[in-house]
């Protein structure tokens, strides 16, 4: 579309400043007309936005970690009526652009690696402050109420672009 000739103003919103991701400025967002927006800082007065969604959303965590010499901006909200599930999303900056990163690759690898065949978990815990997954292990025969697997714990770093695994370990139940 070609906007020559037309009035372009900027959007207005009411703006959160969540601190810095990395020397840049994060904000959260309500826009007038149902939407919410996390923007991080580009360049000085630019900003992109990195996801939008309902401001209505019941957030459970919007925050920024520092990990090791990285930092990371978390996300998470429980997803009403889904019985628990989670939408949660992380990002870091990739030579100053923001990127998302995704935790559950590396700890799915990982949980290959050291889990025996048709055991598995379901759901489980990432604590952003420690970048470590932590979980139940429920057996091939176990009821969804009762894991029997004892418990797994995958402690995660960030490289590059990315989390990569650092440790892992089962604890079998008694």
């Known amino acids: 579309m070609n906007y020559s000739g037309l009035e372009r103003s900027p959007a207005s919103g009411v703006a959160q400043d969540l ?3 990395d020397g840049k400025r994060v904000y959260s967002v309500n826009y007038p007309g149902d939407l919410h927006a ?17 401001p209505f959303t ?14 990371v901006l978390g996300y998470s909200s429980r997803i009403s009526g889904s019985g628990g ?4 999303w992380y990002f870091i900056l990739d030579r100053g652009i923001p990127k ?34 932590s979980s139940p292990i429920w057996k091939e025969e176990d009821a969804r109420c009762c894991p029997t697997g ?19 370990r089962v604890e079998k139940s008694n």
């Open 38 to 54: 996390l923007l991080v800082e580009r360049q000085a007065g630019r900003f992109l936005p990195v996801m939008y969604f309902s």
């Open 150 to 168: 004892g418990s797994v714990k995958v402690e995660l770093g960030i490289k590059d672009s990315g989390f990569i695994v650092k440790s892992s």
């Open 19 to 21: 601190g810095t991701l």
């Open 85 to 88: 599930l989670i939408d949660e």
């Open 100 to 133: 998302s990163v995704k935790y559950r690759p590396a700890v799915e690898a990982e949980l290959k690696k050291i889990l025996p065949e048709h055991w598995d978990t379901r759901g489980g815990n990432f604590e952003l402050r420690t970048l470590t997954f």
């Open 58 to 71: 019941k957030i459970d965590r919007l925050e920024i970690v520092k990990s090791g010499d990285r930092q």
